[in-house]
């Protein structure tokens, strides 16, 4: 019933222990990005891969499970915890409970707990995308855009970028999400005007924030840059103008999602 593969860190300074998680986790087709045995590392390693659980012994090396999580929470990261400790301490117990993991697993690792647990994880993930997905429907912004005569209803957060046609100047390409281009008579000033997230990158361009992915140095024009995109390959201009706002407004919307 379920084709999404949830990605999974795990946590554990044992290797017995280690290879056990190992096995169970593969055993239910999670897919492995990572194990770490220090809690320094585990922050680094969530920060850098967003997994969407994490397998968390509290006994961790450099530092302990605890503070490696409250750190990641405080990084505004929430993924789902299940404590796999052999710590019995009340105050672990109660921290758990308080940082509202979805379950708390003591050592020897029981097969059929395991699975209880992954299996309340993927609910929980599954119910916060759906609450998500209500969110962001009402908070959509619904713009009209003319073409062959006609007005299309597009979502701001379905549009990737937009550029100037070169072969017609009345005409825009809206690049979507889906990988589609639609051909606009509707100008580039009309649509900025429209849109509530749709910066300029240059005066032929317009791109949305949320799809940003970087912003390197063009190594042909001196004082541009080039940004990358989610969604195409294509590479869209960044004017020294520009960059401050682009740059500004990029931090601003990566924030709000994270």
């Not at 979502?155 to 889906?178: P, T, Y």
Request: glycine letters at 4%; one cysteine or more.
């Amino acid at each position: 019933m379920e084709q999404q593969r949830y990605k999974v860190i795990i946590a554990e300074d044992d290797m017995h222990q280690l290879s056990l998680l190992k096995m169970y986790a593969i055993e239910l087709d999670l897919v492995i990005i990572s194990t770490v045995s220090s809690g320094v590392r585990l922050v680094d390693e969530v920060k850098l891969h967003r997994p969407d659980i994490v397998l968390l012994d509290i006994g961790l090396k450099k530092k302990d499970g605890i503070s490696a999580f409250k750190e990641i929470l405080e990084a505004g990261i929430r993924p789902q915890i299940i404590f796999v400790t052999g710590s019995l301490n009340p105050q672990h117990i109660l921290t758990g409970y308080e940082f509202e993991s979805v379950d708390y697993l003591t050592k020897p690792i029981r097969k059929d707990r395991f699975k209880r647990a992954i299996i309340k994880a993927k609910e929980v993930i599954h119910s916060r995308k759906l609450l998500n997905a209500v969110v962001e429907l009402e908070n959509t912004n619904w713009i009209i855009l003319k073409a062959n005569y006609r007005d299309h209803e597009i979502a701001e957060n379905q549009i990737v970028f937009v550029e100037k046609d070169k072969m017609a100047r009345n005409r825009c390409i809206v690049n979507l999400k889906s990988g589609e281009q639609l051909e606009t008579t509707t100008q580039l000033k009309e649509i900025k005007e429209m849109c509530s997230n749709l910066t300029y990158s240059h005066r032929s361009y317009l791109v949305n924030p949320l799809y940003i992915t970087s912003i390197q140095p063009d190594g042909l024009l001196q004082k541009s840059y080039i940004i990358s995109l989610e969604h195409t390959n294509k590479k869209v201009p960044l004017t020294k103008k520009n960059y401050l706002e682009a740059s500004h407004v990029f931090s601003k919307i990566r924030t709000q999602h994270t």
